[in-house]
């Protein structure tokens, strides 16, 4: 049987996170697979680095949801992560840091468009097109 935690632990996990994350925490969308642990330098090609806002997220329920930047279309699409990519590729991980220089993860997982950690609409990104995110979501382990 698999470990499993209370909702309760879960949420206090995930709070940690934004706690970690602080107050310049980025979403950062890269090509491949996720490194061998967040502590591992990322080889893949860095597509979009994402702004969250200065309170990255809130967790409830052993899920912590992200917040996104202030942005001018915030009002009609639920205040959305939003950045231009800065490559072209595909997506197939995301890193949340504590800077857009990526130096220090605090998570990392997979990008699909379902069945992911991080589920997007489409994972093919084109340099210079913005990439809005309007709903992330990370469920805490041992559910």
């Known amino acids: 049987m ?26 950062l969308l890269y090509t491949g697979s996720p ?11 860095l597509l979009a680095s994402l702004p969250l ?25 639920g205040n ?16 949340l840091c504590t800077s857009s220089a990526g130096t220090t993860c605090i998570v990392q997982g997979t990008v699909g468009t379902s069945g992911a950690d991080l589920n997007l609409s489409s994972v093919s ?4 097109v913005t990439v809005n995110i309007t709903g992330a979501t990370i469920t805490a382990f041992g559910a």
């Open 53 to 77: 806002n200065a309170t990255p997220g809130s967790a409830a329920s052993g899920v912590l949801t992200l917040n996104g930047t202030a942005t001018a279309t915030a009002a009609s699409s």
């Open 35 to 45: 490194p061998a642990n967040a502590g591992t330098a990322d080889g893949g090609t």
């Open 80 to 95: 959305p992560i939003t950045a231009a990519a800065s490559a072209t590729g595909t997506a197939g991980h995301f890193r």
């Open 125 to 128: 990104l084109s340099s210079g």
């Open 2 to 27: 698999a470990l499993q935690y209370s909702t309760t632990h879960r949420t206090n996990a995930m709070s940690d996170l934004v706690t970690a994350l602080g107050t310049t925490g980025y979403l």
